[in-house]
């Protein structure tokens, strides 16, 4: 078992930043790959960012692609999700995700466990 805990989000401005955490315990950390997705009110779950095990390997999909940034440090079992250059469009719940199975994935039904999700609301 992984036990996922989101923290971070927030209001924020357009074009300001924020960085969401998510805090694993249980089962080893490092043998995970970890992903982001968000939903906003009405809409499916998206695929925001994904990390490989050893952090080799990251995912993003074009509409945040070099604006967030994915990472992991391991010693202290939590992934990040810097986000800059926030648009109101990227108004959602954010939730992080732990995968055990081989290799990475950018699509949910991959994922093994979830976290509750954390609120980002971009004004404009």
């Known amino acids: 078992q992984v036990q996922l805990v989101e923290s971070g989000g927030g209001l924020v401005q357009a074009g300001g930043s924020l960085r969401l955490s998510c805090a694993a315990s249980?089962?080893?950390?490092?043998?995970?790959?970890m992903g982001w997705f968000r939903q906003a009110p009405g809409k499916e779950r998206v695929f925001v960012a994904a990390?490989?095990?050893?952090?080799?390997?990251?995912y993003y999909p074009d509409s945040v692609k070099g604006r967030f940034t994915i990472s992991r440090d391991d010693a202290k079992n939590t992934v990040y999700l810097q986000m800059n250059s926030l648009k109101p469009e990227d108004t959602a719940v954010y939730y992080c995700?732990?995968?055990?199975?081989?290799?990475?994935?950018?699509?949910?039904?991959?994922?093994?466990?979830w976290g509750q999700g954390t609120q980002v609301t971009v004004s404009s």
């Open positions: 995700a732990a995968g055990v199975r081989s290799g990475i994935a950018t699509m949910s039904q991959y994922y093994d466990y």
């Open positions: 249980g089962r080893t950390f490092s043998s995970a790959y």
């Open positions: 990390i490989s095990r050893n952090s080799t390997r990251l």
